[in-house]
């Protein structure tokens, strides 16, 4: 817990509480399955992450390791080592920047392309209680 807060926070009630276990339980299963999706199709959940997020990146269809270190709340130097791991895996390709050569930027590959679609396609069925990303209303929970 962070100790330098300057303001008093507002005591969560029991309903609070509740929401925030009910929320906490959705997102951990969801991320369970997320798991053994991704282990089924031979790659890592990160690895998944990766390619979602470049492919998802507002805008354009390509990101760079900075953008995405970002989008995974990871290091930098963390996610070059994870590009280069997609790179070797066929999924990814890493290109120079048009306007600013200094640039690199992160691409999928057809290979990379098409286990995205697969895996988001089988993620997608399982957002459940998260359908609100999707503008549907959420299932509620059991």
């Known amino acids: 817990m962070?100790?330098?807060?300057?303001?008093?926070?507002?005591?969560?009630?029991?309903?609070?509480?509740?929401?925030?276990?009910?929320?906490?339980?959705?997102?951990?299963?969801?991320?369970?399955?997320?798991?053994e999706i991704a282990n089924t199709a031979g790659i890592t959940t990160l690895q998944y992450q990766l390619l979602l997020h470049v492919r998802g990146f507002p805008g354009r269809q390509w990101a760079t390791v900075g953008e995405l270190a970002e989008r995974l709340q990871a290091a930098p130097n963390g996610t070059a080592a994870l590009v280069s791991r997609c790179e070797a895996a066929g999924l990814v390709v890493r290109k120079t920047g048009r306007t600013d050569r200094r640039q690199v930027q992160v691409h999928l590959t057809e290979a990379g392309e098409q286990c995205l679609l697969q895996l988001a396609a089988e993620h997608k069925s399982h957002y459940g209680a998260f359908g609100w990303i999707f503008g549907e209303q959420a299932i509620p929970p059991d």
Do not use: C
């Not at 029991?14 to 929320?23: I, Q, R, Y």
């Open 2 to 35: 962070s100790s330098n807060t300057s303001r008093k926070r507002p005591i969560p009630d029991k309903h609070d509480l509740e929401a925030m276990s009910a929320f906490r339980y959705e997102l951990r299963k969801f991320l369970r399955v997320s798991e």
